[in-house]
């Protein structure tokens, strides 16, 4: 891997008395932590091993620029949520990010896992369609004021050219392919049951929309008096929960596992497959041990 030009950033370290500790008070958040934040880094750097490296596979640049693109996704959300936690405020917003990194973690691993130009096609064909929807709309009001465009349109469609040409893809090529599966369906394929669908994807969903209870969770809260209306507004109170950081560090790991697999070749992968698996151990023996306190 040196021939990346990337120092490998070095995992986290905690002496005795610090792991003492956290096993007496059963608050295991400084340590997660900043395995949370090693994940992000090593995002970072997979993401940014570049197709010029001697360890890289050839590959379609389309599906380098899909996939790069999704790691780089994760790490910086993983970045952004680092902020957000770090004075223990805005677990509300966390909670969407979240999301956000399993998703693009998922369709990582999807992918790489299909290894079809197809799937590719359809994860590209899914947001291009919008883009010409939108573009259909500009073209026919330009055409209903005889051909006289604004400025905003103008850039609108040069910016919808350019996603276009850069995919590959024909414009009808992008109005024939096939949605991308569903989480559901993706998950149940990888060897996931519904249970764990239920609580990556549809319990997340409770943060992204404002259901009622995403509301009961993170935005009101019962009052202290008997006033005839039991509940008011919350603050800036909530926490990011633990569970949020090691559940998606652990999924990210094995997205960046296929990532690795994917592009790189065989001694690479190998040395960054045990790398990460190494982080995986030690976070999965800290949600156990999470889980005991």
């Given at each position: 891997?040196?021939?990346?030009?990337?120092?490998?950033?070095?995992?986290?370290?905690?002496?005795?008395?610090?792991?003492?500790?956290?096993?007496?008070t059963?608050?295991?958040?400084?340590?997660?932590?900043?395995?949370?934040?090693?994940?992000?880094?090593?995002?970072f750097?997979?993401?940014?091993?570049?197709?010029?490296?001697?360890?890289?596979?050839?590959?379609?640049?389309?599906?380098?620029?899909?996939?790069?693109?999704?790691?780089?996704?994760?790490g910086?959300?993983?970045?952004?949520?680092?902020?957000?936690?770090?004075?223990?405020?805005?677990?509300?917003?966390?909670?969407?990010?979240?999301?956000?990194?399993?998703?693009?973690?998922?369709?990582?691993?999807?992918?790489?896992?299909?290894?079809?130009?197809?799937?590719?096609?359809?994860?590209?064909?899914?947001?291009?369609?919008?883009?010409?929807?939108?573009?259909?709309?500009?073209?026919?009001?330009?055409?209903?004021?005889?051909?006289?465009?604004?400025?905003?349109?103008?850039?609108?469609?040069?910016?919808?050219?350019?996603?276009?040409?850069?995919?590959?893809?024909?414009?009808?090529?992008?109005?024939?392919?096939?949605?991308?599966?569903?989480?559901?369906?993706?998950l149940?394929?990888?060897?996931?049951?519904?249970?764990?669908?239920v609580?990556?994807?549809?319990?997340?969903?409770?943060?992204?929309?404002?259901?009622?209870?995403?509301?009961?969770?993170?935005?009101?809260?019962?009052?202290?008096?008997?006033?005839?209306?039991?509940?008011?507004?919350?603050?800036?109170?909530?926490?990011?929960?633990?569970?949020?950081f090691?559940?998606?560090?652990?999924?990210?790991?094995?997205?960046?596992?296929?990532?690795?697999?994917?592009?790189?070749?065989?001694?690479?992968h190998?040395?960054?497959?045990?790398?990460?698996?190494?982080?995986?151990?030690?976070?999965?023996?800290?949600?156990?041990?999470?889980?005991?306190?």
């Amino acid at each position: 891997m040196s021939d990346t030009g990337f120092d490998l950033p070095e995992p986290p370290v905690f002496t005795e008395a610090e792991m003492a500790e956290c096993e007496k008070t059963g608050d295991y958040m400084p340590v997660i932590y900043e395995w949370y934040k090693y994940v992000g880094m090593m995002a970072f750097l997979l993401g940014h091993i570049m197709p010029e490296s001697p360890a890289f596979r050839s590959v379609r640049p389309q599906h380098y620029y899909i996939l790069m693109g999704l790691l780089n996704r994760c790490g910086r959300l993983i970045l952004a949520n680092v902020a957000l936690s770090e004075n223990g405020k805005f677990g509300e917003t966390t909670a969407i990010v979240d999301r956000c990194i399993f998703e693009a973690a998922l369709k990582i691993i999807w992918l790489c896992f299909k290894d079809d130009p197809e799937e590719f096609n359809r994860y590209m064909g899914g947001g291009l369609k919008t883009e010409l929807e939108l573009k259909a709309e500009v073209l026919a009001n330009i055409a209903a004021r005889d051909g006289v465009s604004l400025p905003i349109e103008d850039r609108m469609l040069r910016s919808i050219e350019r996603h276009v040409q850069v995919s590959g893809l024909s414009e009808a090529e992008i109005q024939s392919v096939k949605p991308l599966r569903d989480v559901a369906s993706m998950l149940l394929a990888l060897g996931h049951d519904r249970l764990f669908y239920v609580v990556a994807q549809r319990l997340g969903s409770h943060h992204v929309h404002g259901t009622w209870s995403s509301l009961l969770f993170h935005y009101i809260e019962k009052r202290d008096d008997d006033s005839e209306f039991a509940f008011g507004p919350r603050g800036h109170d909530c926490n990011t929960y633990i569970d949020q950081f090691n559940f998606n560090a652990l999924f990210v790991i094995s997205a960046m596992q296929g990532y690795s697999k994917y592009f790189l070749d065989d001694d690479s992968h190998k040395a960054m497959f045990e790398l990460l698996e190494s982080a995986s151990v030690k976070i999965q023996q800290l949600r156990n041990a999470i889980g005991d306190a």
